[in-house]
């Protein structure tokens, strides 16, 4: 049983910085990495970074140079720290596991965390 738990969310400033953290455990077929989503209210979810099984680190365009996505396989976390937070930068922030369910199919979001919510005030 695949399980996500997301901490670390909060209120900050802008400017300000946090970082979110997801607690993962058991095991995902066919996985091939993991990644932070995140949706504000009224807005359909989004991709905010994403790392596959060998390093690769992706990230959405309205947040490069300001995220960071930082995997530990030992402890099974995987951390985003945020900085120069911008209240657009408000959502509930998602933890996701990825598959791919054959070679036809893209790697893709398979299990979800409940989320954590991070609210940054002008």
């Known amino acids: 049983q695949v399980q996500l738990v997301e901490s670390g969310g909060g209120s900050v400033q802008t400017g300000g910085s946090l970082k979110v953290s997801c607690a993962y455990s058991?095991?995902?077929?066919?996985?091939?990495?993991m990644g932070w989503y995140r949706q504000a209210p009224g807005k359909e979810r989004e991709m905010v970074s994403t790392?596959?099984?060998?390093?690769?680190?992706t990230y959405a365009d309205s947040v490069k140079g300001r995220f960071t996505i930082s995997q530990d396989k030992i402890r099974n976390t995987i951390d985003l720290t945020m900085n120069n937070l911008k209240p657009e930068d408000t959502a509930m922030y998602y933890c996701?596991?990825?598959?791919?369910?054959?070679?036809?199919?893209?790697?893709?979001?398979?299990?979800w965390g409940q989320g954590t919510q991070v609210t940054v005030s002008s």
């Open positions: 790392v596959t099984t060998d390093g690769t680190t």
């Open positions: 058991g095991t995902v077929s066919r996985t091939c990495g």
């Open positions: 996701a596991a990825h598959s791919r369910p054959s070679i036809w199919h893209a790697c893709r979001p398979s299990y």
